[in-house]
């Protein structure tokens, strides 16, 4: 015989589940900022739209109220806030950004595109932070994954992703006049947005900036040099009944004189229409970057690259369980490049093509139990086939929050320069070279392979009151065949005189595995509607090995270029209708390869609307401590890591 | 024997996570966003000291809408700011619409015979934050719109109709909002 309690059980679960869904949408409303009202799709079928707590990874999003609090100037300053990010300046133009370490300003492992176009550059693997100079009040919203999108983004999201959306046009119709005036910066935007035909809008945008140069540390060799650029665009948007167009472009230029100068354009054009329940979407791109002017220890290069892509999905009408999502790409990399003798590029001449195809199906398990499996599959013409496969689930409990897990597979692809470039740098005479100075020269490796990560997730998030939310993420990243700078034999002495000096080889391999394993936690505490709380704590442990046979001085190195502990608050306070008190406080832990030590700094912001058109902000930015390094430099990374000071500016932001 | 003990709470759980299915995250219903910004307009304006009733006086909400004025009772209910309830009227009269804080008019709605456009014309100085649903509202001389925008709640703000008043809009409403003018037509 049964005792009494077990056959109750059953009721007592079931009504439980049914009590938890009596908390209806009204009180789940109540609880949103206005920011995040204004983002919520209403009375609209589609599924397709999924809120941050459902997805199954770790996202962060920034709303455009999130960035305008923020203050900051440039995308890494506003990275920072972003919980799990590490970000690091360097000189007045360089910023090092990644997620889950290997940080470096050539910080490869981080995916990054701004409206769906790459702005990952393959000529060297990495994003040029003084290319991506963005207006920050035309962003809509910009989405953080930390850890791999490789099965929908493809390769190169090996730690993570930043989504840049900008704002539709319709939402920035009027004018806008924004100015930004400190003692290290400032910065002019004007933006006019107007209707265009009976069913579009567009918005046309100017921005102008300088940033001055950075303070030399004690014992550097190289000033810093001060950076100004200037950049102009449009949108488009236009409703065509089922379908909408958008259509986009801007030109550019960044000139930091005598080190780097980059221009480049770009025109997008993306087309998606709803039949039904299902979607088609279409994109296209032609991007041109050019590196006008490069120069970095001795070595020079020009560069053009013009990119071209064009991308489908197709997102099918729910069936069944399935909920299918099939794409197909294609993006050819056209590449001029030139070195300063007696640096070189084998191949300086060079298109390459990249075909890609995906699917993903979401399968519905059970009402709370969502399976997501996930592949790209993409031929490039440096490795080859690569498979970048994940399989996601959650599950959603009656009682509230998501549980999460993944496994998933990503690859970062070799660079122009790590496959066909050779380099010489030269290392000053020092006890270690026997009193000679001596030339390395590095080789690129046309037969490199891919780097590979394994990557196996677990998280889980919850609203444990109105007023609290919770978010933690444990990771382990297995990694191998990561892209090492294998010394040949041992230096030679070449006997020129009257300066002889010794001269060692270098070439580029796949030598050094190892892992990575963290967590990450962040909690969001509302005390009231006019008071946002933020607080995050991210634990990263590197352990990396050399494979046999390698021979790179420091292959060990990015073990020590990410910061094991970080964390932050951020308070975001309405004092008055018209004062805003932003606070942004942080800790991050020693770089032991740079031997910078830990450190606490904090940015603030006050805010005062001065009439309904007028916004005044004042920011302070650093204000614990003194000027501090925030990075290394080595002969990687290359140039000097400056000194980051405390810097004050006033930001205007008028609208007519 | 044993097994049956586990089987019936298993079971159970997963009939319960098979049925109980929750508020759909992704879709809410039109009217309870417009509620939920209403309901949170009262933070982010602010009413001249003059309004500043004794503690304990409620602040009013009138709604002339049929369909929203029971979810904003809804979500209203037990809430206060500076010690002053909230509270929803419905259906005002024309002399007392100055005790109101917040008018909410609905698509047709009026009061006392007035066309929409002549009472806001009447209460144009008086601080009233006026809200409507209709793309015109702006254009008629109310002060918010709150508008259906590429399936989105989005509000569209007509800053002459507020600067007459001294009724003062926070930054952050200011700034999420499509700001238009007098005689600038259809807010977009």
Known sequence: MPKPTASLLPLALLFAATSATASDNLSTLKQMSLDELADLRVSIATHRTERQEDTAAAVSVLTAEDIRRSG???????????????????????????????????????????????????????????????????????????????????????????????????????????????????????????????????????????????????????????????????????????????????????????????????????????????????????????????????????????????????????????????????RSVRSEAEMVPPSAVSRANRTDQLFSAFAEDTLSLAERLKLTLGVK???????????????????????????????????????????????????????????????????????????????????????????????????????????????????????????????????????????AHGFELSADYRPSETWRLQASYAYLDLNLKARPGNNEITPLRAEGESPRHQASLISRHDLRHDLELDLQARYVSALTTYAIADYVTADLRLGWRATSRLDLALNGRNLIGPARKEFGTNIVNASDAYLIPREYYVTANLRF | ??????????????????????????????????????????????????????????????????????????????????????MTVRQPELRNVHECQILFLGEQASLGGLSQTELLRRIASQPILTVGDQPGFTARGGMIALVKKRGRIHPVINTDATDRTELKISAKLLNLATLTRDGKGNAQ
Not at chain 1, 426 to 448: E, H, I, K, Y
Not at chain 1, 483 to 499: K, Q
């Open chain 1, 377 to 515: 599959v993409e031929h490039n013409d440096y490795t080859g086939i690569e498979w970048q496969p994940s399989a996601r689930i959650r599950w959603s409990p009656a009682a509230g929050g998501t549980l999460w897990a993944s496994v998933a597979r990503a690859v970062r692809t070799p660079s122009i320069i790590e496959d066909s470039a050779r380099f010489i740098s030269f290392v000053a005479p020092s006890r270690l070279t026997g009193g000679l100075p001596m030339s390395v020269t590095s080789n690129g490796n046309a037969n490199l392979n891919t780097e590979q990560l394994t990557a196996y997730e677990l998280g889980y998030r919850i609203q444990l009151t109105p007023k609290l939310s919770v978010d933690a993420t444990v990771f382990l990243n297995d990694y191998d065949r990561l892209v090492t700078v294998d010394m040949i034999g041992r230096p030679a002495l070449v006997p020129a005189f009257p300066s002889p000096y010794l001269n060692w080889s270098a070439v580029t391999g796949n030598q050094l595995q190892g892992q």
């Open chain 1, 72 to 330: 900051a100037t440039t995308l890494p300053e506003l990275l920072r806030t972003v919980p799990g990010l590490n970000v690091a300046r360097i000189s007045a133009t360089e910023w090092a950004v990644s997620a889950r370490g290997f940080n470096n300003q050539l910080a490869n492992k981080l995916l990054v595109m701004v409206d769906g176009r790459s702005v990952y550059t393959p000529f060297f693997s990495g994003v040029l932070w003084d290319e991506l100079n963005v207006v920050m009040q035309d962003i809509e919203r910009i989405e953080v994954v930390r850890g791999p999108g490789g099965s929908t983004w493809g390769a190169n999201a090996v730690n993570g992703v930043i989504n840049i959306l900008t704002r539709h046009a319709e939402d920035t119709q009027g004018s806008q006049l924004s100015v930004v005036a400190g003692d290290m910066q400032s910065e002019l935007v004007a933006r006019n947005g107007f209707k265009a035909g009976e069913s579009g809008f567009a918005r046309v945008w100017a921005k102008v900036h300088q940033q001055d140069r950075l303070q030399l540390p004690q014992g550097g060799d190289t000033a810093d040099k001060h950076w100004r650029g200037g950049r102009a665009g449009f949108r488009g948007d236009w409703d065509l009944g089922p379908a909408n167009l958008m259509i986009e472009g801007e030109t550019f230029r960044e000139m930091k004189p005598d080190e780097r100068e980059y221009s480049g354009a770009h025109l997008l054009g993306q087309w998606a229409r709803n039949t039904g329940d299902a979607r088609d979407e279409l994109r296209g791109y032609f991007n041109r970057f050019t590196l006008d002017r490069w120069a970095v220890m001795g070595n020079g290069a020009k560069a053009q690259l013009d990119t071209f892509d064009l991308n489908y999905r197709h997102l099918f009408a729910e069936t069944g369980m399935h909920n299918l999502i099939v794409g197909t790409g294609y």
């Open chain 2, 1 to 86: 024997m044993g097994a049956r003990f586990w089987l019936a709470p298993l079971l159970a759980a997963l009939v319960a996570l098979t049925h109980a299915a929750g508020p759909s995250a992704d879709s809410f219903a039109e009217n309870d966003v417009k509620a939920a910004f209403l309901y949170n307009f009262v933070h982010f304006v602010r009413w001249p000291d003059t309004v500043a009733h004794k503690p304990g006086d409620p602040f009013r909400y009138c709604v002339l809408d049929e369909t929203l004025a029971p979810l904003l009772t809804k979500a209203l209910a037990g809430e206060s700011v500076d010690g002053h309830p909230l």
